[in-house]
T-cell receptor, first 114, second 118 residues
Framework: GAGVSQSPRYKVAKRGQDVALRCDPI?????LFWYQQALGQGPEFLTY????????KSGLPSDRFFAERPEGSVSTLKIQRTQQEDSAVYLC????????????FGPGTRLTVT | AQKVTQAQTEISVVEKEDVTLDCVYE???????LFWYKQPPSGELVFLIR??????QNEISGRYSWNFQKSTSSFNFTITASQVVDSAVYFC???????????????FGKGTKLSVIP
């Protein structure tokens, strides 16, 4: 079946621009996560949705980062006024339900801020 | 707070050698979950295994095996008879479970880059 998909795969933004990154989770998966992966590092948690409810946004690095999942399926991560330190790969993952279920990851969006 | 340490940054082995990737974790919870993921050069994280804190049985899947020891807070991963296709970055991760304020987010180690030389 179809896995998690993300778009765009690559994004170059000039400093100060706004960007929107999209995630299509596996159909029927209740939980959706966003992670940020800097070069040479492990992914770091940003935010978590259970259906349309954003239950945890403790990992968002600043108020320039905003995520939504209005209908409980597709999610968008928006970064306003991008800065060079925002350059990273942004990974989306979904899992069947909350709890201990394994998370399945998309291919990521590589964001480069120039 | 939870933490995962993968002390080996890079490992190189010759094809057909066995290799063990180390993972040490820290958590205050009694219920938690441990994971291994593979990230090949293409970049997509591939799920390999999930274990819960109450199940210390070792697991074998083909050439892969995992050794979970609560006494040493370790969850090591062994590849037997390594192949070139095993070359990737391997991440160990920990989930502490829902605390009411948090989620089942994964805390990852920094990863171990495995290179299998033909």
């Amino acid at each position: 079946g179809a896995g998690v998909s993300q778009s765009p795969r690559y994004k170059v933004a000039k400093r100060g621009q706004d960007v929107a990154l999209r995630c299509d989770p596996i159909s029927g998966h209740v939980s959706l996560f966003w992670y940020q992966q800097a070069l040479g590092q492990g992914p770091e948690f940003l935010t978590y949705f259970q259906n349309e409810a954003q239950l945890d946004k403790s990992g968002l690095p600043s108020d320039r980062f905003f995520a939504e999942r209005p209908e409980g399926s597709v999610s968008t991560l928006k970064i306003q006024r991008t800065q060079q330190e925002d350059s990273a790969v942004y990974l989306c993952a979904s899992s069947l339900a909350g709890g201990s279920y394994e998370q399945y990851f998309g291919p990521g969006t590589r964001l480069t801020v120039t | 707070a939870q933490k995962v340490t993968q002390a080996q940054t890079e490992i190189s082995v010759v094809e057909k050698e066995d290799v063990t990737l180390d993972c040490v974790y820290e958590t205050r919870d009694t219920t938690y979950y441990l994971f291994w993921y593979k990230q090949p050069p293409s970049g997509e994280l591939v799920f390999l295994i999930r274990r819960n804190s109450f199940d210390e049985q070792n697991e074998i899947s083909g050439r892969y095996s995992w050794n979970f020891q609560k006494s040493t807070s370790s969850f090591n991963f062994t590849i037997t008879a390594s192949q070139v296709v095993d070359s990737a970055v391997y991440f160990c991760a920990l989930s502490e479970g829902y605390s009411g304020a948090g989620s089942y987010q994964l805390t990852f180690g920094k990863g171990t880059k495995l290179s299998v030389i033909p």
